[in-house]
């Protein structure tokens, strides 16, 4: 977990330091991210200042984390390994047509899915997997509506026979369902359940087998086009039982 991130998940730290910024104390450069990121987000911010003790309602908690992951990116443009990466994402998103709002969300879901995707240590923060993550992001900014069409139609035709012609059509239609039907993102663990639950769990063992084996193709195929990194792969097949990425 980023440690800016893990700093703000404290609901006393977070309120102290928006505290701090009302009295017109000096702030750290972590607490002048944090700040910053909740003069953006308003609503959130308000959300925090008005909760009182040490329960959290839901949307306080949904606050809370919104605004510690948006410090945490804007902390990421101090980071000597990471700020480059980060404008070129930046650029990448901004040149598709995202607005700087959108382009924060994006990768601010880059660092929750770091610090929470994972069974990781959470007390660390992987910055090669981040690192990796943020060069995902100009091939999936760039990928379009027809790109997906000619990556799936590459996919299936590249099946052996019929049975695995079919088998591949239904997983790849499943998971680019899911996981890009908002636009193309970084595919993730919740994805790749949500695809194991609609497609593998309850099913035949023969049938599942062939599932996951096409499924574990595809992520391949994605990682060669720069889809998918490495790290990701490695840890997507590890999901689906596969220990040779």
């Known amino acids: 977990m980023h440690p800016v991130l893990a700093r703000f998940l404290a609901a006393d730290a977070a309120r102290e330091t928006l505290l701090k910024q009302q009295s017109g104390g000096d702030l750290s450069t972590e607490e002048q991210a944090f700040t910053d990121a909740a003069s953006a987000n308003p609503k959130h911010k308000s959300v925090l200042l008005g909760v009182g003790g040490r329960t959290l309602s839901t949307d306080a908690q949904a606050s809370l984390v919104l605004l ?15 700020a480059e990466p980060t404008k070129k994402a930046r650029e990448a998103l901004a040149e598709e047509g995202a607005s700087p709002e959108e382009t924060d969300a994006f990768l601010a879901s880059v660092l929750l899915e770091e610090a929470f995707g994972y ?5 660390a923060f992987d910055s090669e997997y981040v690192k990796e993550a943020l060069g995902e992001v100009p091939a999936l900014a760039a990928l379009t509506k027809e790109a ?5 139609l590459t996919f299936v035709k590249a099946a052996a026979n019929d049975a695995e012609r079919k088998v591949r059509e239904s997983m790849a239609r499943a998971l680019f369902d899911i996981a890009w039907s908002e636009g193309p993102a970084p595919i993730n663990p919740e994805h790749m359940e949500a695809v194991l639950d609609a497609e593998v769990v309850d099913r035949p063992e023969e049938e599942q087998e062939a599932k996951v084996q096409a499924t574990a193709q ?3 195929a994605l990682s ?11 840890r997507l097949r590890a999901l689906l039982g596969e220990d040779d990425a």
């Open 218 to 220: 595809l992520l391949q």
């Open 148 to 152: 997906v069409d000619a990556l799936f």
């Open 224 to 234: 060669k086009e720069g889809l998918v990194g490495p790290i990701r792969l490695s």
């Open 119 to 123: 069974e990781q240590d959470v007390d």
């Open 68 to 82: 510690a992951a948006h410090a945490a990116v804007r902390a990421l443009e101090q980071d000597a390994t990471l």
